[in-house]
T-cell receptor, first 112, second 112 residues
């Protein structure tokens, strides 16, 4: 059974600071996704990582995937208040169903 | 944005009553999914569909049934609603091989 763990689950940080959050998963997969959710809203796709070593960047966020370590990181550079949200990673089950297993999500608060 | 809509957006119902949530897509995608989101649990898969009349259970399927009689519609039914089914329900679609989901806006269901 695939399990996906995110840490930390809650993060409060100051504007301008850097931080890395982690997503570990328990069984083989080479497809991982990051989503953002604002309070009361739906999930919005941030990054699609489809192979070992994949790195994607969008603004102040950069995501990477190490399939051998079963680990993805989401690095925040010079945080701003607008990044405050909940971030989910999700890992695709192998076998063709394209089912995703989600982590519990990390709630990020960026303080001025 | 992909054409995916959920209805209703909010619903309050009484324990023991049946409830049906609707997910409608205009993208002709093969795969459709129902997830529930609860604090501390992230998103958990209830049921999914890989084509008309082809459905399968997810990890939290007890108390739920689904139907897909047309490509565009995926219905989730709570056969006899319980308070433990109070949650936010998200429908998602994916294009085969594209990687990742597009989510509907969600349905907030309260069972009293």
């Amino acid at each position: 059974e695939l399990k996906v763990e995110q840490n930390p689950l809650f993060l409060s940080m100051q504007e301008g600071k850097n931080y890395t959050i982690y997503c570990n998963y328990s069984t083989t997969s080479d497809r991982l996704y990051w989503y953002r959710q604002d309070p009361g809203k739906s999930l919005e796709s941030l990054f699609v990582l489809l192979s070992n070593g994949a790195v994607k960047q969008e603004g102040r966020l950069m995501a990477s995937l190490d399939t051998k370590a079963r680990l993805s990181t989401l690095h925040i550079t010079a945080a701003v208040h607008d990044l405050s949200a909940t971030y989910f990673c999700a890992v695709e089950l192998q076998g063709g169903s394209e089912k995703l297993v989600f982590g519990k999500g990390m709630k990020l608060t960026v303080n001025p | 944005d992909a054409g995916i809509t959920q209805s209703p957006r909010h619903k309050v119902t009484e324990t023991g009553t049946p409830v049906t949530l609707r997910c409608h897509q205009t993208e002709n995608h093969r795969y459709m999914y129902w997830y529930r989101q609860d604090p501390g649990h992230g998103l958990r898969l209830i049921h999914y569909s890989y084509g008309v009349k082809d459905t399968d259970k997810g990890e939290v399927s007890d108390g739920y049934s689904v139907s897909r009689s047309k490509t565009e519609d995926f219905l989730l039914t709570l056969e006899s609603a319980t308070s433990s089914q109070t949650s936010v329900y998200f429908c998602a679609i994916t294009r085969t091989g594209a990687g990742g989901y597009t989510f509907g806006s969600g349905t907030r269901l309260t069972v009293v």
